[in-house]
């Protein structure tokens, strides 16, 4: 199985500073068809996850455009440019790529 | 596009789960349903998915064997069975549309006790 690999897992972060977090694969992430299957999910304190960011890049409608995500290969980023009150949460990438899809560890996002 | 699960879920060690998960606002048979758990203070794990249209499957190679899962497509409605319960099986169990799980259930804690 293709492993995931978040850092850091715990990211204490000012109101109005940025964070990123990095999402690491141990297989390219490019699939056949061209496309790169990488999405990252927000899940705030006691809520069900929510799709934030599709292949790579694409953000999701809704999704405040203070998010970004970037990469390619292996190697993946969320950006939050001004962390907000509302953004804390864990925060997952997930490939479906290769089978089985599988999720990083998490990292949780706190204001400091 | 709304996904609404069934509710919360005491079971004995050994016993059989089965979750629902009500799809509305889509075209139910358009779109694969997949299923994720979690268990208390851990991260997401991908259990398999369904093809509402045709009723294929496709299981995480963990859960062969002891999940289970179908369609009614009548009522919108796909199902997850879980058998042979044991207590790291305790979890809150989502269901999640198509493969980039663009909108997800509410969750169903399943809690597996003696």
């Known amino acids: 199985d293709v492993v995931m690999t978040q850092s850091p897992l715990s990211l204490p972060v000012t109101l109005g500073q940025p964070a990123s977090i990095s999402c690491r694969s141990s297989?390219?992430?490019?699939?056949?068809?061209?496309?790169?299957?990488l999405n990252w999910f927000q899940q705030r304190p006691g809520q069900s996850p929510r799709r934030l960011i599709y292949?790579?890049?694409n953000r999701d409608s809704g999704v405040p455009d203070r998010f970004s995500g970037s990469g390619s290969g292996t190697d993946f980023t969320l950006k939050i440019s001004r962390v907000e009150a509302e953004d804390v949460g864990v925060y997952y990438c997930m490939q479906n790529t290769h089978w089985p899809r599988t999720f990083g560890q998490g990292t949780k996002v706190e204001i400091k | 596009v709304q996904l609404v699960q069934s509710g919360a879920e005491v079971k004995k060690p050994g016993a059989s789960v089965n979750v629902s998960c009500k799809a509305s606002g889509y075209t139910f048979t358009a779109s694969y349903i997949h299923w994720v758990r979690q268990a208390p203070g851990q991260g997401l794990e991908w259990m398999g998915w369904i093809n509402p249209k045709s009723g294929g499957t496709n299981y995480a190679q963990k859960f062969q064997g002891r999940v289970t899962m179908t369609r009614d497509t009548s009522i919108s409605t796909a199902y997850m069975e879980l058998s042979r319960l044991r207590s790291d099986d305790t979890a809150v169990y989502y269901c999640?549309?198509?493969?980039?799980?663009?909108?997800w259930g509410q969750g169903t804690l399943v809690t597996v006790s003696s």
């Open positions: 292949k790579v890049s």
């Open positions: 999640a549309r198509t493969g980039d799980l663009d909108y």
């Open positions: 297989q390219s992430l490019v699939h056949s068809d061209g496309n790169t299957y």
